[in-house]
């Protein structure tokens, strides 16, 4: 079963509204989580590091005020996507590790559509 | 900063033969990880196998192997006895030692013909 959880797996949002996607570790804890967009038949982009405890860490580009990101337990990732515009429709997928940082695992994906 | 270019944005194999996927890509890092992930129709992110620089052996996994060239910074997959189940996009991917996260390639869609 998944080890990496994300909910919702689809989502449908008016323009200008926020919606929140969430990760979850399932039976590990992760100090540390990935953020990845990707545009259709795109490849994943990385959006920001979501670090326990503290700021989330944005790629180049990434607008951290538009894309809020809160890590408050070592099992809980939530990526918010305020004021909402079509042009923010993607699929959005997670990652987190072990430890040991030798294991990786990715979420399902949460797609994501603005109206 | 990483980049991962893989040159094939399409290929196609016949059902049971042999296909090679490319990969380079480009650090300024001496010890780092390289994989390949494959996304199928559900999106879901699948570790089809993964490199540590350190190591020379390329890496092998059942039917998947690895050409790891890393003074080239060339890692292409190679798909022996290709299945109708390996049809979908293949990632390359990069991590720095010193983190999780990945740098990934543009993907190349493989189809397996019947």
């Known amino acids: 079963g998944a080890v990496v959880s994300q909910h919702p797996s689809r989502v449908i949002c008016k323009s200008g509204t926020s919606v929140k996607i969430e990760c979850r570790s399932l039976d590990f804890q992760a100090t540390t989580m990935f953020w990845y967009r990707q545009f259709p038949k795109q490849s994943l982009m990385l959006m920001a590091t979501?670090?326990?405890?503290?700021?989330?860490?944005?790629e180049q580009g990434v607008e951290k005020d538009k894309f809020l990101i809160n890590h408050a337990s070592l099992t809980l990732s939530t990526l918010t996507v305020t004021s909402a515009h079509p042009e923010d429709s993607s699929f959005y997928i997670c990652s987190a590790s072990l430890t040991d940082r030798n294991t990786i695992y990715f979420g399902e994906g949460s797609w994501l559509t603005v109206v | 900063a990483q980049t991962v270019t893989q040159s094939q944005p399409e290929m196609s194999v016949q059902e049971a033969e042999t296909v090679t996927l490319s990969c380079t890509y480009d650090t300024s890092e001496n010890n780092y990880y390289l994989f390949w992930y494959k996304q199928p129709p559900s999106r879901q992110m699948i570790l089809v196998i993964r490199?540590?620089?350190?190591?020379?052996q390329n890496a092998t996994e059942n039917r998947f192997s690895v050409n790891f060239q890393k003074a080239a910074k060339s890692f292409s997959l190679k798909i022996s006895d290709s299945q109708l189940g390996d049809t979908a996009m293949y990632f390359c991917a990069f991590m720095k030692l010193t983190g999780n996260q990945f740098y990934f390639g543009t993907g190349t869609s493989l189809t397996v013909i019947p």
């Open positions: 979501s670090n326990e405890g503290s700021k989330a860490t944005y």
């Open positions: 490199q540590e620089a350190y190591k020379q």
